[in-house]
T-cell receptor, first 114, second 112 residues
Framework: EPEVTQTPSHQVTQMGQEVILRCVPI?????FYWYRQILGQKVEFLVS????????KSEIFDDQFSVERPDGSNFTLKIRSTKLEDSAMYFC????????????FGPGTRLTVT | QKEVEQDPGPLSVPEGAIVSLNCTYS??????FMWYRQYSRKGPELLMYTYSSGNKEDGRFTAQVDKSSKYISLFIRDSQPSDSATYLCAMVYGGATNKLIFGTGTLLAVQP
């Protein structure tokens, strides 16, 4: 069964460093998402991406964040200058296309900022 | 008032019990409702998806939506220790946005 994959599973970085989290959505899916989950808190929407551009973003998704689909398979989330409060699980999700609402999530990347 | 409210638990039940998990929401604009299961430090796994009031059954799982009361439920029959996880409800407004709004999740422990 096709699935969303994410790398790395765990990333440790120092405050102020840039990190890139990678996702490979299910092939033939068209809409892509990033969510985050701070330990003990609920899953929160960050950004949605369709047709090579951001379709929606949350207040959390400020200028320090960016997303890119550099090729036909990868979908990346970049945090330019990490802060301690960026420590969280980051999940990528995808859906097939317009009219579908069932989002399929990857296993997540645990980001630890020290 | 939070958009989506969910009792965090923990909820502990004996194996074989019927489990009832619930969420309430405040905005009647929500159109689509989902239940996800999340094991510790893993990604949410889609269990059920509904978009209308009423019941939907899939194996041991039944999802129930009552739009008039802004209340959704997930029932698990014949619960197993492997059902022990956090159960997240999630909702979508529909229209131009597909972002999921999650509840906090209910931690379920099924005791053998």
């Amino acid at each position: 069964e096709p699935e969303v994959t994410q790398t790395p599973s765990h990333q440790v970085t120092q405050m102020g460093q840039e990190v890139i989290l990678r996702c490979v959505p299910i092939s033939n899916h068209l809409y892509f998402y990033w969510y985050r989950q701070i330990l003990g808190q609920k899953v929160e929407f960050l950004v949605s991406f369709y047709n090579n551009e951001i379709s929606e973003k949350s207040e959390i998704f400020d200028d320090q964040f960016s997303v890119e689909r550099p090729d036909g398979s990868n979908f990346t989330l970049k945090i330019r200058s990490t802060k301690l409060e960026d420590s969280a699980m980051y999940f990528c999700a995808s859906i097939p296309g317009q009219g579908s609402h069932e989002q399929y999530f990857g296993p997540g990347t645990r980001l630890t900022v020290t | 008032q939070k958009e989506v409210e969910q009792d965090p638990g923990p909820l502990s039940v004996p194996e074989g019990a019927i489990v009832s998990l619930n969420c309430t929401y405040s905005n009647s604009a929500f159109q689509y409702f989902m239940w996800y299961r999340q094991y510790s430090r893993k990604g949410p796994e889609l269990l059920m998806y509904t978009y209308s009031s009423g019941n939907k059954e899939d194996g041991r799982f039944t999802a129930q939506v009552d739009k008039s009361s802004k209340y959704i439920s997930l029932f698990i029959r014949d619960s197993q220790p492997s059902d022990s996880a956090t159960y997240l409800c999630a909702m979508v407004y529909g229209g131009a946005t597909n972002k999921l709004i999650f509840g906090t999740g209910t931690l379920l422990a099924v005791q053998p």
